[in-house]
């Protein structure tokens, strides 16, 4: 089964290569299908709170949830385990991608990162600038955020519907752009959307961000060991008054992003896995592990734990959350209440066209600048299609929402229909004029 010819050492290099592709393939994948899984998520929570069964919906999400511990109790509303417990794993997957973009992607060279960060900067100014514009009321200007985010799997699962043809630099702009808009969007809700502070919770998160240090300098590798600074750095999250579930973001940032072993040492175990089962070939088992354990140990610890968690985050906890959050009864919606059509219009307007146009005029004006300049293969249509799709702000708009007008009902039912809307038709106005697109660009190219 196994052999000790000179070419085991570049079939390791090119078993790891394959794994890498294999992560990269997977994550597109699941982007894409998790698009699909968060709609019908969204369509089942609508029917749910508008049909005849809609006192269950309410009763079930406001259910308190407890847990006792000695004489500790925890108890909250199943909408915040959600929101605010919950969210913080989908908040860490972001943090990590924001760290691999940082370490080797759209955000670790300047050069390279100036047209997707001055893009996504365009893309937050305009749509802010739409709805303040039609919002100026106290009342409801505190919404200005809720249209600037894009949602990084339904955008991919359009342009996914879109084949193939679509050049390679286009999906990378697009992904970049959106993972720069995620981290805006939270030093928004860091800073804006955050209570009262509280002193004594910077002691404690300064803790949890040092007992995470201190792990990792012991050499800690088990991933559920850094549960327990998690824990201490959300408390302290939420003692600041500032949302707890960023605690995610920031154990991402701190997530190690090389290996724990070098490729070398790796190749070293797996070929002295190797020869003991030569050696023994009826006891593989304990070797075949330690082979397992070398080709893990060969990729870094931010790619592996967002491996474990993606397709949870994806079709588990988005979806619950969408769920819980998208059950807009129709009762509540009432256009005669102060500006609630302007938040509707804000909302859907800022999504549908302020965020292309502030995407595609903040990349023009930078280009001619002379800051930097376009991909290869990627024209001013293609940007155009990045700034259409970029107009789907799901996920990260719902949540927005959530936190801005909680106390204030009929405007947050108002607010999640805009967001529907201007995702909704974002995303149709995209998906056509990128058929258009690809027949141009497979035109150019033959």
Request: aromatic share 10%; glycine share 8%.
């Amino acid at each position: 089964m196994f052999s000790l010819g000179r070419r085991r050492p570049p079939t390791c290099v090119y078993m790891l290569t394959q794994q890498i592709l294999n992560i990269v393939e997977r994550f597109l994948h699941i982007e894409a299908m998790s698009g699909v899984v968060l709609l019908i998520a969204a369509a089942g929570a609508f029917f749910w709170a508008n049909s005849s069964f809609h006192e269950s919906y309410d009763a079930l999400w406001h259910a308190p949830l407890s847990f006792s511990l000695a004489r500790y109790n925890l108890s909250w509303d199943l909408r915040f385990w959600v929101n605010d417990i919950l969210m913080t794993a989908f908040f860490l997957v972001a943090g990590m991608e924001i760290r691999c973009e940082i370490y080797d992607g759209a955000l670790s060279d300047l050069k390279q990162a100036i047209l997707p960060v001055v893009a996504a900067a365009g893309g937050i100014c305009f749509p802010a600038i739409i709805y303040i514009a039609l919002n100026a009321d106290p009342a409801r200007h505190s919404g200005w955020a809720i249209p600037t985010a894009t949602d990084i799997a339904f955008a991919i699962g359009i342009l996914a519907l879109l084949g193939r043809s679509i050049p390679s630099n286009v999906r990378i702009m697009l992904l970049s752009l959106a993972i720069i808009d995620d981290v805006i969007a939270i030093v928004i809700i860091a800073f804006f959307y955050s209570n009262e502070f509280d002193p004594s919770g910077l002691f404690i998160a300064s803790s949890g961000i040092g007992l995470v240090l201190l792990m990792q300098w012991l050499g800690l590798g088990t991933i559920w060991v850094y549960t327990i600074p998690g824990v201490v750095l959300w408390i302290g999250l939420l003692k600041i008054g500032a949302h707890p579930s960023l605690a995610g973001v920031v154990l991402g940032l701190l997530t190690p992003v090389l290996p724990a072993h070098t490729s070398e040492l790796s190749l070293k175990r797996i070929m002295k896995a190797v020869k003991a089962i030569q050696r023994q070939p009826d006891n593989k088992k304990p070797n075949i592990n330690v082979i397992n354990h070398a080709l893990r140990d060969m990729i870094s610890p931010v790619m592996r734990v967002q491996i474990a968690l993606r397709p949870w985050v994806a079709f588990g906890i988005m979806p619950i959350f969408v769920f819980a959050n998208t059950g807009i009864h129709l009762d509540d919606i009432n256009f005669s209440g102060k500006g609630a059509s302007f938040v509707l219009v804000g909302v859907a307007f800022g999504l549908i066209v302020g965020k292309p146009t502030g995407i595609l005029l903040a990349s023009f004006v930078a280009v001619k600048a002379g800051f930097c300049r376009l991909p290869p293969n990627v024209s001013w249509g293609g940007m155009v299609l990045v700034g259409l799709l970029a107009g789907i702000g799901f996920t990260m708009a719902i949540f927005l929402t959530v936190i801005t007008f909680d106390k204030v009902v009929y405007l947050s039912s108002i607010a999640k229909i805009g967001v529907l809307l201007g995702s909704t038709i974002s995303g149709i106005i995209g998906l056509v004029y990128g058929f258009f697109y690809v027949r141009q660009f497979k035109r150019s190219v033959n």
